[in-house]
């Protein structure tokens, strides 16, 4: 079954710090790959997607994510957070050719000031 | 621009009656998928709606059923209520099918006691 693995749960850094969140599909054909954020209060937002091209792609607010094929994953980093950035962040997959986005279940990020 | 809404913003409702959850697409949009998101858990597709027709359907019973108008709005209707469908609705639009990008509503959040 198609499934997306986001290998930490619960991550606590203090501003400054540089972040990464794994990202892991089980899916062996072509696929889209996306990041969303949701802010407290708030709903779902895009921050990055990777449809073709070149596999390192740059979403907003500094957040940039590596698609690497071979390793299956789409990790999201950023080299230095902030307090506002906070939130829970889902990695998502969508199948080529297919309606459907499979999210994992997702990362709540706490910001320490 | 008015992003995606929907209605009700939260519902309690018992076990076995009926609930219809409401949704009007981004302006300029044509598709809306539906989602369940559990508490602590990813959003989980449901279905999807592009001209009035549900073209892909997630791993869920006969009990959701939707509908799309021709406005491009749409409803989610659940019937026999389980204490399981408790969770956050999310409706999401997008400009044709496939993997375009999809934009989310805020929820519903639906609460079955």
Redesign the interface.
Known sequence: AQSVSQHNHHVILSEAASLELGCNYSYGGTVNLFWYVQYPGQHLQLLLKYFSGDPLVKGIKGFEAEFIKSKFSFNLRKPSVQWSDTAEYFCAVNPSGDDKIIFGKGTRLHILP | DAG?TQSPTHLIKTRGQQVTLRCSPKSGHDTV?W?QQAL??????IF?YYEEEE??R?NFPDRFSGHQFPNYSSELNVNALLLGDSALY?CASSLG???Y???????TRLTVT
Request: zero cysteines.
């Open positions: 995606v998928s989602y602590g858990q990813g959003p989980q597709f999807q073209r892909q997630g999310l099918t496939g993997y990008e999809q934009y989310f509503g805020p929820g």
